[in-house]
């Protein structure tokens, strides 16, 4: 009889063992990665990439929107735009262009040209070539 309570004893006293360990781990297990937790997942984050600009976010910050300056995609090589019109959008990153083509800094063309792509974001500013009211002697 001893021996029947004491084999009915034995399992529940395991199971009790068993369940409270696990509590102890699982409490420990949270408890190490509240206490930092910005230290693992800062690690393994990327640094952010710079959103590149569309044609309306590279020339709003040119005098008069752009009009004479030039325009670039950046995968173009020797080949620009020279901004001759735009007509903008009420939200002001948005709208329509006109230019004439330039390539190797010439005018490839004598009249201005719709510009295609201009919502894509990946124009940039071509510094070196004459700004307007540039002259060369």
Request: proline content about 7%.
């Amino acid at each position: 009889m001893a021996t029947t309570v004491a084999n009915r004893a034995a399992p529940t006293q395991t199971i009790e063992l068993w369940r409270l360990s696990f509590n102890f781990l699982r409490n420990f297990s949270t408890a190490t990665s509240t206490q930092n937790p910005g230290a693992s997942s800062s690690a393994s984050k990327k640094p952010k990439r710079k959103k590149k600009k569309n044609l309306f976010e590279v020339v709003q910050f040119l005098p008069n929107w752009g009009l004479g300056y030039h325009m670039a995609k950046t995968h173009w090589n020797d080949v620009s735009y020279q901004i001759t019109k735009i007509n903008l959008y009420k939200d002001g990153r948005h709208g329509k262009a006109w230019g004439i083509v330039h390539k190797d800094g010439l005018p490839a063309a004598d009249a201005p040209k719709k510009i295609s792509g201009v919502h894509k974001r990946c124009w940039r500013y071509i510094p070196h070539l004459s700004k307007p009211g540039e002259t060369t002697p």
